[in-house]
């Protein structure tokens, strides 16, 4: 039964090679466009389109079931595609897709130990991307970067030679790295109903921090007559020091980052979290859990649940990135009673500020082995990268009707004529916007009354004003508060080994510190624990990897 | 003689085996990699042997004592309540009389097992929060001082076993009334005239009518001594229980992050089966000495 | 039938006891059905309890307008079927064999330990996508269905409740004539539907549950199976990893409320079909089995 089984096997995979040779060889004389010329074909740029047609594929992390296509469009054949196709003489083809950076890089993986053929461009994130140059099969783009990259981002580039890091190795660039705008950046968002009431001041310092949250605990803010209120929602489930009703602010304020690689004085990468202003910055923590402005179950809240008491009305501050009052505070936005306003994280006593930063490119772009069309590639991102100027085709947005409508010669951003909730920009090859830096904001303008005329500003203008307030504020201050990770490089050997050891050994002792379960004083025994457990050898490793990169 | 009278029995057994041969034993060749340095894109043939490197570094890692002590005992007690908890359910429910309502509690009991535990995390967290979760309320009101459940160690443990025997125990009783329906009514017919009362009935032939099979279900579940439940424990712990909640599956999900490191948690994997099979040998020769019963 | 008092008085605690046990197992379901008829506000703010907040349907409406909800059904439909009938097809006839003690069935032991083995030992994902992709099953319902259509705990259960059967029904069959095929299919599988329901069901509910094979062995949405289709709508972004945040893709992160509908949408199929094989477990005693 097996064996006859096989049998069955071996035929059907007889047959399909034969039919494969068969087209191969009647194909490759036709020119017929297909696609299928890629590969036996050459291809030129005839008035900027190339002809024939070039086909190439990709995989999508962002579009799953849920993404909302124009009506009749499809994930292989949409408005962008036919865009590319027609304007470009590129045909995308997408060979799978998923939702979700786990899912993702399952089958990335999956892909690359059944050695799957990869797509010719693939988003890659940046926990994988040694994984990816190490497997040997993608491009070193090196050359082609030089000979075909716009002008525009080889200036981008040129300017700031370290946005290679992650992707180079022994002076090979391995793909390009995607910039990210550091819109993670910490504002702090603060119940202004509750401080005028109180009459109270928005507090600029941690020391008038203090005595707000005093009040917002002790004082009955919402005025229902128990003492029912916090001062400020804090997370502690994964670290203090995350994303959103994150504690980043407190460590920034004492200008030391836990679980970040810091250029010291001496001119070696040191580690934030085994600093004496750590202590401090804890030391504040207890000293605030202890007197009530914290949540007694923070250990146990994630970002979003941290942030529920601050939706609800239960907590007067919660510090996370501008973007919050969309997400996770939208539907607080809308609700009359509370009124919340943005302002600049407090600066501690030596004037001090800062939060933890988001990588200045966050993941790449990689590039098959033997892909043949990096000329194709970089004309497309010429055409697709931000910012668009006025003669752009995508000045007003991707699609009409899609991500933007024209009413009266202007484009508008949030009609019935726009497709609600789907993202144009995961359609690209690129998985997200390429933007380059140094895009002008519009939130000042706006702010100061100005009417918003260009595409950014209408829709900027469409924002809550909480959150035109908080990417104001966030927009200024980001060159002074961000705080970057020193080191970019991949783990080193001692990293992949220790690291889970050290993190939790950090993370227990940490949060136990602020319950008040250990001493203060408790932070000596880990600086030293962790050295000793590893962490001076991470840290030599740390500082090889830094010279080389100089 | 023999061998054709047995022939058809093979045959029977025979497309299980191809099945398993083909979808078990085929990828299991993989377990190789325990012992390798293995990267994807080299595969099986192509990776370093390191030979027992990767054994080497879970033993002497300083974190494994404390993973493999919490993990056996928050197994243990699953598996031991595990047990008990369905089997005395299906015997109270075996108690009742009006079926309507029988199958009411049965169906109701059995609900929580589908749902995730992403949700019940949620849940878990909000009603057991020492702030103003529902069950602390309720510990309040009774006079006593609100309880820690998810913030210290050893409540922590007790959270975990709990929640999951809440969640699986009335899918589990499901095995056990079927066990029961198939006991012969004659049995008890015949206890009755000898005037027997329903407790008797219960201890003479209801409990041992359905030994055999929660003897089966428990030792399999023995298999899963190492199984702590990582989606549960995932969803519920944070660095201040981590000396008490931190289990094998969370840990080599950390290590993991880091880096895919497939021959580790290979490794690790090779060490939990070998465990569990072991305790799975043991008993069903314990049970075939004592009991002469062969479990399977 | 004599009652004694202390019986009776059990009774009643017995009766008091199971409806509190019930209601434990079910408030968290009202919680999460509030949740689901609740507007989004009310379920960020997390202030809905077991009653709706501003009650709408737009969750479920949500969701089942999703283009792909409807062909994921059905998909889940036809994997549940499929992989139930060939589980127990396989499960029966092994156990079946299983059954017979050693002088019987020589090698008996050898088939079991065979099987319990590959309960326990596992190479983990690569290898078994290696084995899917190189038959050529990927991107089809095969490659859900046949991957795990051995359950081995089934089996060695099946085999117990066989071995319950009285032997004096297996010879008189064997007296008459009848072959194993004959007697597993006449004697056997009649008496034992509460085992054969219980089973299906723990089949059932496995292939319907089951979300992550279809997420790495299915390429194409519309081949789906529910569960993988639900848990890629509430799949969302991972924060925390991804700092390329950009505001269209922040009105997608799925909300409570869909996700609380997805759960009841995802519950349905599985206790409509409950009761139908529930009267084969539980059931009074008297009517006992349709043995003798």
Not at chain 1, 314 to 343: C, F, H, N, Q, R
Request: glycine residues 6%; aromatic residues 14%; hydrophobic residues 45%.
């Amino acid at each position: 039964m097996r064996r006859k089984k096989l049998k069955i096997w071996n035929s059907i995979l007889a047959l399909t090679m034969v039919c494969s040779i068969a087209t191969a060889c009647s194909s490759a004389g036709k020119t017929d466009g297909n696609g299928s010329a890629e590969g036996n074909q050459e291809s030129h740029l005839v008035n900027g389109k190339f002809e024939p047609p070039i086909t190439i594929t990709t995989v999508s992390p962002v579009i799953g079931p849920q993404y909302k296509f124009m009506e009749g469009d499809s994930l292989n054949d949409n408005f962008h595609i036919r865009w590319a196709r027609d304007t470009l003489g590129i045909n995308i083809k997408f060979l799978w897709n998923v939702d979700g950076t786990e899912a993702y890089q399952t089958k990335q993986r999956l892909m690359l130990a059944s050695n799957e053929q990869l797509p010719d461009v693939m988003y890659v994130h940046n926990n994988q991307i040694n994984t990816f140059i190490e497997s040997g099969q993608v491009m070193d783009i090196t050359e082609a970067f030089e000979k075909y990259a716009p002008e525009r981002l080889k200036e981008a580039f040129n300017k700031d030679p370290e946005l290679w890091v992650r992707v180079a190795k022994d002076g090979k660039k391995y793909g390009l790295p995607v910039l990210s705008d550091t819109e993670t950046n910490a504002v702090m968002f603060i119940r202004q109903d509750w401080l005028d009431k109180l009459g109270l001041k928005a507090p600029t310092t941690i020391d008038e921090m203090e005595q707000v949250m005093d009040a917002f605990t002790n004082k009955d803010p919402d005025g229902n007559g128990k003492k029912d209120t916090i001062g400020i929602s804090l997370s502690g489930k994964d670290k203090l020091a995350t994303w959103a009703a994150t504690a980043d602010f407190v460590f920034g304020a004492y200008n030391q980052m836990p679980e970040l690689w810091f250029k010291a004085e001496d001119g070696t990468l040191k580690y934030g979290s085994i600093q004496p202003e750590v202590k401090t910055a804890l030391g504040k923590l207890a000293d605030w859990f202890q007197k009530g402005y914290l949540d007694k179950s923070l250990g146990t809240l994630d970002n979003e649940k941290a942030a529920e008491s601050f939706i609800q009305g239960k907590s007067g501050i919660y510090v996370g990135p501008a973007y919050s009052p969309e997400w996770p505070l939208s539907d607080m936005m809308k609700d009359k009673t509370m009124a919340v306003k943005a302002y600049p994280i407090p600066k501690g006593p030596d004037g001090q500020f800062g939060s933890t930063a988001a990588e200045k490119t966050n993941h790449a772009l990689m590039f098959r082995k033997d892909f043949k069309h990096m000329d194709a590639f970089f004309a497309y991102l010429d055409k697709t990268m931000k910012p668009y100027d006025k003669d752009s085709e995508f000045y007003y947005g991707q699609q009409e009707g899609f991500d933007y409508a024209m009413e009266n010669g202007k484009p508008v951003y949030n009609s019935d004529k726009v497709t609600a909730g789907a993202d144009p920009y995961a359609l690209h090859l690129t998985a997200f916007p390429y933007k380059l830096p140094g895009t002008k904001q519009p939130y000042d303008e706006l702010l100061a009354g100005k009417t918003p005329e260009t595409p950014d500003e209408i829709k900027a203008a469409s924002l809550p004003e909480v959150e035109l307030n908080a990417f104001s504020i966030m927009y200024r201050d980001k060159g002074k508060q961000a705080m970057f990770n020193a080191f970019a490089g991949p783990a080193t050997p001692t990293m992949s080994k220790k690291d889970e050891l050290l993190k939790k050994m950090e993370r227990e002792t940490f949060l136990k510190i602020v319950y008040g379960e250990q001493s203060l004083d408790s932070f000596d025994k880990f600086a030293t624990d962790w050295a000793k457990a590893g962490g001076d050898e991470i840290t030599k490793e740390v500082n090889e990897w830094y010279k080389s990169t100089k | 003689m023999k061998w054709r009278r047995s022939f058809p029995l093979h045959l029977l057994v025979l497309p299980s085996v191809l099945f398993v041969l083909i979808f078990q034993y085929i990828p299991m060749g993989g377990i190789v990699i325990a012992f390798q340095d293995y990267k994807p894109w080299l595969g099986i043939r192509h990776s370093a042997w390191v030979g027992w490197e990767n054994f080497e570094y879970i033993f002497t890692y300083p974190d494994s004592k404390q993973v493999i002590v919490n993990t056996l005992i928050i197994a243990f007690f699953k598996i031991v309540a595990g047990m008990i908890v369905p089997f005395t359910f299906a015997l109270l429910l075996n108690e009742i009389r009006l079926v309507i309502f029988k199958r009411s509690v049965q169906t109701l009991v059995y609900l929580p097992h589908f749902l995730s535990w992403v949700i019940l995390g949620g849940i878990l967290t909000d009603i057991l929060s020492i702030n103003n979760g529902l069950v602390n309320q309720f510990v309040s009101w009774l006079g006593f001082e609100q309880i820690p459940f998810l913030q210290d160690g050893s409540w922590f443990r007790f959270t975990v076993i709990l929640s999951d025997i809440w969640k699986e125990f009335g899918f589990s009783t499901i095995i056990y009334l079927a066990a029961l329906t198939a006991i012969n009514p004659s049995l008890y017919e015949a206890a009755e005239t000898d005037g027997a009362g329903r407790w008797k009935q219960t201890i003479h032939i209801t409990i041992p009518s359905i030994l055999p099979i929660a003897a089966l279900v428990g030792t399999l579940a023995l298999g899963n001594i190492l199984n702590a439940g990582f989606d549960q424990i995932m969803n519920l712990y944070n660095p201040l229980v981590y000396n008490k909640g931190d289990i094998i599956d969370t840990f080599v999900y950390r290590q993991g992050i880091l880096g895919s490191q497939f021959s580790f948690s290979t490794a690790f994997g090779l060490f939990k089966s070998v465990i569990s099979m072991t305790l799975i040998v043991v008993f069903y020769r314990l049970a075939y000495k004592y009991a002469n019963y062969r479990l399977f | 039938m004599r009652r004694s008092f202390s019986y009776r008085v059990f009774s009643v605690a017995n009766h008091l006891f199971l409806v509190l046990i019930s209601l434990l197992c079910i408030l968290p379901l009202l919680h999460i059905l509030a949740v689901s008829l609740s507007s989004k506000a009310a379920a960020t703010a997390n202030i809905v309890k077991f009653w709706p907040v501003e009650l709408t349907f737009d969750a479920y409406r949500l969701t089942i307008e999703n283009s792909f909800f409807i062909g994921s059904l059905w998909n889940s439909i036809e994997r549940t079927v499929l992989g139930t009938l060939i589980s127990m097809v396989l499960c029966i006839t092994a156990a079946y064999a299983l059954s017979k003690e050693n002088r019987v069935f020589p090698g008996r032991t050898f088939y079991s330990w065979f099987f319990i083995f590959t309960m326990l030992f596992s190479a983990g994902l690569i290898p078994s996508y290696l084995v899917v992709t190189n038959l050529g099953i990927k991107n089809t319902i095969w490659a859900l269905v046949l991957p795990g259509a051995v359950s081995v705990y089934n089996m060695v259960l099946m085999l117990n409740f066989f071995r319950g059967i009285p032997k004096d029904l297996e010879e008189a069959a064997f007296m008459d004539g009848a072959g194993h095929f004959v007697t597993l299919w006449k004697v056997y599988l009649p008496l034992s539907m509460p085992s054969v329901a219980t089973l299906s069901l723990f089949s059932m509910v496995g292939n319907w549950n089951a979300w992550f094979d279809g997420l790495i062995y299915l390429n194409n949405a519309q081949d789906y199976p529910l569960a993988t289709l639900l848990q890629q709508l509430t799949a969302g972004i991972d924060m925390s990893t991804s700092s390329a945040v950009n505001a269209d893709a922040l009105k997608n992160i799925a909300q409570r409320t869909v996700k609380a509908a997805q759960i009841f949408l995802s519950m349905i199929p599985i206790l409509i079909v409950y009761p139908f094989l529930q009267r084969y477990f539980v059931q009074g005693m008297t009517l006992g089995s349709v043995k003798e």
